[in-house]
């Protein structure tokens, strides 16, 4: 597959021209390596026209090396990697004004462009590497759905294991062991294991409470390979479903498939958001359903676009988005079910495989 680095540098390049700047520090992790491949914890990153600047220290030097190649300059700092920022800079004499992402820079790092690089005009963008990480190539596709197998085989061996009297503590392990057994990186978020009322919880921390028979059991967590994220919801009852489980999941159900076959690259996230949101509503459950329907991902488990009722910017055609109704009603439980998909140019397509259909366990 064909290198897709020099594309993206070319694009941003474009951007700059287009914002009057000279160049770009970048300084996010995820933009990093989406322009260079660099995929450290430490570097500054500046891009020009015309020159990639990357500089990182003594821990990476052998790494930056195979990973970036000859796509730019490097420098390996031994000390502070603003000095050589700065020293890298200074033999860049046409740069005169140039940006920093103002989403990423930390105040001290800020006033190191006021003081030691007050020679350079600095302005704050937003998105202007983000914004070209909304439209995934094949190769990005490629990883994401590679992580949704494994997370969604991590699934398949871990509901077999669970057990009354388990811990969402436990069933959390079972669940990171199979997804690092299965070739995870790393985990993009702490997995959420909520059992009874705590399922409810849209973002609950797994605790020592001990699932009960006949609870809902909610299992969000993610999987990352080559860098990139897949981030997997489904919701089961260990034991038997009682009739209201039943009706309540199947609501959610119907919400996430109709969602998934009629979201559309060039709608508008808020009209996305609305397309489960009005269906949970109709069946009266529209104040239990309070986050957004969806984020996009990538690099990062929650990107842009967002799938919410107050996002008016169009989605773009090759993002990779979650699809995540719920419904969550305090004291009782709730269900949320997500899926992974690509809003590709023939329409959506999910890339998480795995039934929608209510598991009871035992």
């Known amino acids: 597959m064909s290198d897709s680095r020099p594309r993206r540098l070319a694009a941003l390049a474009g951007g700059l021209t287009a914002a009057h700047l000279d160049g770009l520090l970048v300084t996010s992790p995820a933009n990093i390596r989406y322009l260079t491949g660099f995929s450290g914890s430490s570097a500054l990153l500046f891009v020009t026209a015309r020159d990639v600047l990357i500089i990182t220290d003594f821990r990476y030097q052998t790494q930056i090396v195979d990973e970036v190649g000859d796509l730019g300059r490097i420098t390996v700092e031994s000390q502070s990697l603003w ?92 669940l990171e062991k199979a997804l690092r057994d299965e070739g995870s990186e790393g985990f993009p978020f702490p997995s959420i294991v909520a059992s009874g009322p705590r399922s409810a919880l849209p973002h609950a921390r797994s605790t020592s409470r001990r699932i009960e028979r006949g609870d809902f059991l909610l299992l969000d967590f993610g999987a990352e390979t080559g860098g990139y994220c897949a981030d997997v919801t489904r919701t089961v009852v260990v034991g038997r479903a009682a009739d209201e489980q039943r009706a309540v999941y199947d609501v959610v159900r119907r919400a996430n498939e109709q969602a998934s076959v009629g979201v559309r690259a060039g709608m508008s996230g808020r009209d996305a958001d609305a397309i489960a949101r009005d269906y949970i509503h109709q069946r009266g459950f529209g104040d239990l359903f309070g986050h957004s329907l969806g984020h996009g991902l990538g690099l990062e488990v929650h990107e842009a676009p967002r799938l919410a009722r107050t996002a008016e910017g169009a989605l773009a055609e090759g993002a990779v988005v979650t699809i995540e109704p719920g419904i969550y009603r305090p004291g009782w439980g709730g269900v949320r079910i997500e899926d992974d998909v690509l809003l590709g140019p023939d329409g959506p397509r999910v890339l998480t495989r795995f039934t929608h259909d209510l598991i009871e366990l035992g």
């Open 83 to 174: 000095s050589g920022l700065w020293q890298q800079l200074a033999q860049l004499g046409y740069v005169e004004v140039a940006g920093f992402e103002s989403g990423h820079l930390l105040h001290r790092d800020f006033q190191r462009l006021l003081d030691a690089g007050s020679r350079w005009q600095w302005r704050p963008t937003v998105d202007l590497v983000e914004t070209l990480r909304e439209r995934k190539d094949e190769s990005e596709i490629a990883f994401i759905e590679r992580a949704n197998g494994v997370a969604t085989r991590a699934l398949e061996r871990t509901l077999p294991q669970v057990r009354v009297g388990m811990t969402e503590l436990e069933v959390a392990g079972v």
